[in-house]
Structures are given as C-alpha cells and as structure tokens.
C-alpha cells in the first residue's frame, strides 16, 4: 500500500508539539498554584472557579458541532470547613506536575493510592479523590488542557482499530518513534492505549467506520473490508470509551477524514452511542471539546433501512419510547437537527427497532457486500 | 530481539492442524446428521445426547487442574412436542457445517438472523437461538470440539496483548500468514481477535502476566515491563473473555509457559476473576478443557502482601465475606488447596480486600521496580 510517509521533519513538530503541550501545561498549574500563593502571602481569601456542570448550562450549537459548556462559573473560597479539600485539590495538582515532568502517568486510583502518603491531605475514600480530580478537569478545560494533558489517565480499554492507518508512537523513555501499521493484524487489530495525545498518523483511508458492536468489527477485519473500502475500521463496543473517542477525533482532526457512524437503529443506537460521540454528553459538556467527534455522521441503521432492506426487527419496549420521546423533547442536538426529528418520530411510529447484524437475514456477508457499499455511495443522505 | 522462528514445516504444520480440525468436525456434524436419519429412515424416534449442566455434574482433580464435567446425560427424542427444536438444532448444525465449509464464522446474534430465512424453523427470539447454540455446544463439547471450532464465535473483545511474542495468523481468504510481534505496538498493544483456534506462535519469553485492570497493564505496557522480565502481558479487563481465556491457553500449552495472575486481592479477584481462568465455572464445565488455564498461579495480592508490603485497604462488604465463606465451604478447587483455604480464611478474619493498585503508595512504578520482582524471585510460593 502506498501511504503517504511523514517527513522527519513533521515527525519532529509532532514530538515537538507534545513537549510544547507539556510545557503549556507545566506552565498553567504553576499560575494557578502561585495566584492562590500570592493570596494567602497577601492575607487575602484564595479561591478557585469551576465551570457549572448541567444541562442548564449547555448550548448546541451546529457551526461547532458539539455541546459546549456555557459561561456559568461556582467559586470555591478557602475557609475553615473548605481547608482541606482546597489542600487536596493543591495537592492533587502537584501530582499531575510531577507525572509531567517525570513523563508519567496514573490513573484515579492511582492517585487516590499515591494520596497516603500525603498525611493530613489524604483521602479516606476514592470517591472523594475521584470528585477532586473531576474538579481539577473542569478547571483545567476552561483553559484548553484535558485531563489527560494533565497526565491522569482512564482505567479503561480504548477499543480496536484496523485498517489503511500507520499510527507513529514515541517512546516514554528514549523518544524513539514506533511506526504501527494497522493492516497487519490479521484477524487481530491494533488495541488503542489509554491515552492517545502523543500519537501521530500517516493514512491514505477515506473514512472511520465507527462500528457499534465486536462481532460486526470481527467480520469487517477478518473479510479485510477496509481494504475493498479503503477506510480505517474502529470497534467502539458500545458507547464508545474517552481513549477510543479521543483517537478518532485526533485522527479525524489531522487527516481530515469523515466519521461514519455504523450503529443499531434503536434509541440507545442513536440517543447514546451516536449522540455521544459526536456531541458530548450534557453533564459532561466541559470536555466534549476534547472527546466529541463532530465529524461524524450516521451511516446506519436508519428507520428507512429497516423498511428498505426488509429487516428482522424488534418491538420497542417503553424505556426506549421514553428515551426516544426524551431525545425529541429536550436533547438540544435532536432538536436542532429537524431530519433527526423526522427519523426519530418515524421509529416510534413504527414502533420498532432493528440491529446492525440484521442484515444477516441476507447472508452473513451482505453488509459489506450490498449495503455498505449501498450506503457509502451516498453519504449526502447520511443523517446529520 | 533473537526469537526463534517458526519454520516453513512448523508453519505448514500449523495450517494443516487447523485445517484437519475443519475436516474433523465437518465428519462429526455429518455423522450425528447421519445417526439422526438413519433412525428416522427405519422408523425409530430419533435422539440427541448433552450433558447434564449443573455443579452436581462437575468433579475437580488436581492432576486434570479444572472443573470437568462429569457422566450426567440428558437426552431428547423427537417428538409431536420437540419437533420444532430438534429441527433447528440440526438447521443450526448445517449453519455450522456451511460455515466451515466457506472458511467463516457468525456470532450468536448472526445466526439468530440467519434463521429468519429457514420458514418453519426460523427462531422467534434470539433467547431461543441462543439455547439452542449452548445445546450443540455441550453435544459437541462429549467429542471433545469446542464451538469455536464449529464456527460460531463470541461477540467480545478479545483483550489487550503486549511483550515477547509473534502471533502468526493465516489470512481468511488467501492463507498467507502475517507475522504479528507484539513488542513493535508502543503504548498500544496487540488486539486479541474473537476466535484464536487459527493462530500459532513465537515466543522466547518466560512467563505469561494476566492483568487484572487496564490501568497497570497500561502501566507495565509503557514501561516495557516485558522485556525487563522477558515475558508476554495480557489485560483481562474483569473476568476474562473466552477469546482471551483460549488464547492465553493455547500459547501456554503451545510454549509450555506458566501463566501468573496479578489480580485484586479481594473475594472477587480470587473466587470469581482467578477461578474463572484457571478451573472454570460450574454452569460451563463442559467447555472448561477449552478454555481454562490450569498453568495459572496466584501472583498477587495475597493477604500476606497486605502485611509484608502496608497497602491500603478496603474492608470486606458482607457480600464479600459471603463470596468468601462460599468459596471455602462449597468449591471443589479452593476445598483441594488447603493453602488457598488457608489464605480466604486470613483475609477473612483480617476483615480488609486490597486492590492491585494500593502498590502506587509507595511510588506509581513501585508495582514493577520492586514488587513484582521481589514475588517473581520465588514463583514456588505462589498460591496454587
């Protein structure tokens, strides 16, 4: 396959861009430690300030094409019952400056771990550590830097890829730079770290196929379809992980590739896994600028392919009615969308839903021998 | 890093094995096919034979070292009452049969909708399909063929993989076979694919680490624990996957490697995620010569760790203490290993679980600059 090589010299702005992030980064928790510094040497009240996490707060907004945290901002004031969380939050900011310098990581219970060696700023439960951390992202995202910038890293796997993608990665130690290629995995695939920042990629693909379930993965890879379509193949497993979200927004962002969304056509197929990867999620919406793959658009299965493909289907049951009345009536993404509005409106009339592996009622290979190619003919009709 | 290859006639050793097998279980579905007919041709009622699938059906040894199911057998004849079943378990057999015969697979879901194609004997819901598929598995299981074998593969990931060792994997379609080294993926790691039946390996290491969270496999991945220890690092993520238990089972029996299993030392790391690798459960003794690792020793946390190293602990739900008194009193392993009794009944009375990750209070890297090799010092103190 003839992909396009990075130069030495884009592989070099590219360590370099990670260094300067880490930088950036180091740089931003040292203001921030010395400003409530200078407030106490000053006998003034320290404080600090988080964005408001609810719904309330969050605009959609299609020009950005994520939901975006609004401008609602809570104080935190050090006082007498707010000390030692205000120790906590200072401390758990040392932690992250410190995994940036020595170019590590941890995961929250790491740090809830690292937390008993710090004597009276301990924490007794991980709960409690886990809600500083999540105070620490949301301050941090007002300035651009992700919690994975701040080196804390999720305890979770970060799905399988497959396909026309080589993804360079530096090594923590020597810097020495990992060529993968993603098409010589056989029936394997390339298993995504937890944290993909320092990554870069060199690909000549078309398009990410973000494919809701293993088994439709598995048949995709094994039969080599992103050869015949010349794409990049991710197996998401549900609603997607931050690392699995992070890679294909990284590398939609840098190649300049479409996302298609391959997902069952049901609420939990369309409000969740879809809404969520492409838009964010409400009370998470301080981070969908790093998570959200606005990119993507939805290749199936749609209300229309279940009437035109003649799918096997199953009844709705009420949670997913009530989840689908939901996303009409209050999802500000649903509703900006009046095509979405339609599709969702035409399912519950319907009153059913249909999976991706449906279209094994025409053989187990027709989806990648009739329908994808059917579809991907016309991703102007894809839904938004 | 010198690792001894395969040779031509090793390789070609492999490709024959497996294609025998295709052969070999082509011949047992023929055979039951033909006994069904044969009855039916002479007007006799026509019967099939499964295990019973209960814990009263399931010895333990410890020379077999798993669960095996033990003589129970149910059988089922066909009559006005069964017909509808008995015909889709031989319509099922014939998806098998085709699917070996095409060198594909299908997932439980997959043939659930294969099956809205055979008229009569098309499934209402994939419940039905299911049990039907579990039947034919535990039929086929007596002949000692696993459904893997037979084609139907799980809809599951199938862990994380990284360290001293090369995946060879025949290509679906052409047969060519592609070298995977699993020290080349960087951060990343080597994706197991949901059936690993095809697969044959390389590898010089000396052990086999099972990793219980995402998190330290992360950690030991991107400090390249496995060439410091020369060994192969797998993440479980929870109880591990068929995929990744018949994965770490066939390169163990293949390369006649221990598998050491670093886990929470907690009820469930021990009853449910350790047991589950090693012996099997009882409801699925039928398929444990498949998929157990009887090679598997208890690297850790032991409730001995928890003194010797300090860690930070939990203390015991009731719900673990119940696990952990069911264990001692009711399972046929932990009843064989007086060191095991011996070890549930400690951690009991000290009334505290640890996880894996109480290491990061001595430091994030402690986990692999001092523990682990202190442990792997003396693997003959392992729990069995």
Chains 1, 2 share one sequence.
Not at 65 to 70: A, L, N, S, T, V
Not at 237 to 250: E, I, K, S
Request: aromatic fraction near 10%.
């Amino acid at each position: 396959m003839a992909m396009k090589k990075l130069s030495q010299a884009e592989l070099d702005a590219a360590a370099e861009r990670s260094k300067a992030q880490g930088r950036a980064t180091l740089k931003l928790i040292k203001e921030t430690a010395k400003d409530l510094k200078d407030k106490i040497d000053h006998r003034k009240a320290p404080m600090m300030r988080f964005p408001v996490r609810s719904l309330q707060n969050v605009s959609y907004g299609t020009k950005k094409g994520y939901f975006e945290i609004g401008k609602g901002i809570k104080s935190r004031t050090l006082s007498v019952a707010t000390v030692k969380g205000f120790a906590q939050t200072v401390r758990m900011m040392a932690l992250s400056k410190e995994l940036i310098e020595t170019n590590d990581f941890a995961t929250k219970r790491d740090a809830y771990y690292q937390s008993k060696n710090w004597e009276e700023a301990h924490f007794d439960e991980q709960a409690e550590s886990d809600t500083v951390m999540d105070d620490i992202e949301a301050m941090f995202s007002m300035r651009d830097v992700s919690r994975e910038q701040l080196r804390f890293i999720p305890d979770e796997h970060g799905g399988a890829v497959a396909g026309s993608l080589v993804v360079l990665d530096p090594d923590l130690e020597t810097g020495r730079v990992e060529r993968i290629d993603c098409t010589r995995f056989g029936s394997g695939a390339y298993s995504v770290p937890s944290s993909v920042e320092h990554l870069s990629f060199e690909t000549d693909a078309k398009f990410i196929l973000a494919i809701e379930t293993q088994g439709m993965f598995q048949r995709l890879q094994s039969h080599k379809y992103w050869q015949t379509a010349n794409c990049i193949l991710v197996s998401m497993g549900g609603v997607p992980t931050r690392a699995v979200r992070r890679f294909m927004r990284r590398l939609a962002d840098d190649k300049k590739l479409p996302v298609y969304a391959f997902v069952d056509g049901d609420p939990y197929g369309i409000g969740n896994i879809y809404r969520t990867l492409k838009v964010g999620s409400g009370n998470a919406a301080h981070i969908s600028r790093f998570f959200c793959v606005p990119q993507t658009r939805f290749l199936g299965i749609t209300p229309d392919d279940i009437e035109d493909y003649e799918l096997p289907t199953h009844p709705l049951k009420d949670v997913d009615v009530k989840r689908a009345e939901d996303a009409l009536r209050n999802d500000p993404f649903f509703k900006a969308h009046p095509r979405w509005g339609e599709a969702i409106s035409k399912l519950v009339r319907m009153g059913v839903r249909a999976e991706q592996q449906a279209l094994a009622k025409h053989g187990l290979n027709y989806v990648w021998e009739r329908y994808l190619p059917e579809k991907l003919a016309h991703p102007e009709k894809f839904l938004p």
